[in-house]
């Protein structure tokens, strides 16, 4: 089966700051990759995906990630943290099920603080 | 606009009561989803539907049910053999192809009293 892990429970980083979000993956055959970003109280919104061509792929809000297929790894990044970024996200990967159909796995979510 | 509603926004529960969570969507997607999300524990998978008339269990599927009678319409029952219903429940839609996103609805938070 297929998983995500995000080894980072929480990352700090000052306003105009880059920012780094980790997520490593482990997948039989070609992965599917996902970010998506949740605000308190409020459901998941997709961030972007990976899903072959560019390593670099570019999604909403000033946000890009890189695939390393050496590594694992999607890590999520942004040039220039906002305050407003301040939020929890999470890594996932589709996945197929056991009697039929696809799934998202989800990661266990990384808290992003920025201070101003 | 196009998007998922969810309803209740905010839910209570006695003890050994059955309560449903609504989920519509009208965004003609084939597959829908149900999510459970605890503190520290990300989304675990209830219960998921690829077409009308069909539905898998997930990872966490026990003292849960679900109907998909209609493709817009993916009802959860919590039932009372749930143990620990406390938590904030995500439906989730998507296109049934395996490279496609998932869009959320803002979810209902259940608590028993």
């Known amino acids: 089966a297929q998983s995500v892990a995000q080894p980072e429970d929480q990352v700090n980083v000052a306003e105009g700051n880059p920012l780094t979000v980790k997520c490593t993956y482990s997948v039989s055959g070609n992965p599917y990759l996902f970010w998506y970003v949740q605000y308190p109280n409020r459901g998941l919104q997709f961030l972007l995906k990976?899903?072959?061509?560019?390593?670099l792929v570019k999604g909403s809000y000033g946000f890009e990630a890189e695939f390393n297929k050496s590594q694992t790894s999607f890590h999520l990044k942004k040039p220039s943290a906002l305050v407003s970024d301040s939020a929890l996200y999470f890594c996932a990967v589709r996945d197929k099920g056991n009697t039929g159909g696809f799934k998202t796995i989800f990661g266990a979510g990384t808290r992003l603080f920025v201070k101003a | 606009d196009g998007g998922i509603t969810q309803s209740p926004k905010y839910l209570f529960r006695k003890e050994g009561q059955n309560v449903t969570l609504s989920c519509e969507q009208n965004?003609?997607?084939?597959?829908m989803y149900w999510y459970r999300q605890d503190p520290g524990q990300g989304l675990r998978l209830i219960y998921y539907?690829?077409?009308?008339?069909?539905?898998q269990k997930g990872d966490i599927a026990e003292g849960y049910s679900v109907s998909r009678e209609k493709k817009e319409s993916f009802p959860l029952t919590v039932t009372s053999a749930q143990k620990n219903p406390t938590a904030f429940y995500l439906c989730?839609?998507?296109?049934?192809?395996?490279?496609?996103?998932?869009?959320f609805g803002q979810g209902t938070r259940l608590t028993v009293v």
């Open positions: 965004l003609n997607h084939d597959a």
């Open positions: 990976y899903i072959t061509g560019d390593n």
């Open positions: 539907s690829q077409i009308v008339n069909d539905f």
């Open positions: 989730a839609s998507s296109e049934r192809e395996f490279n496609t996103e998932a869009f």
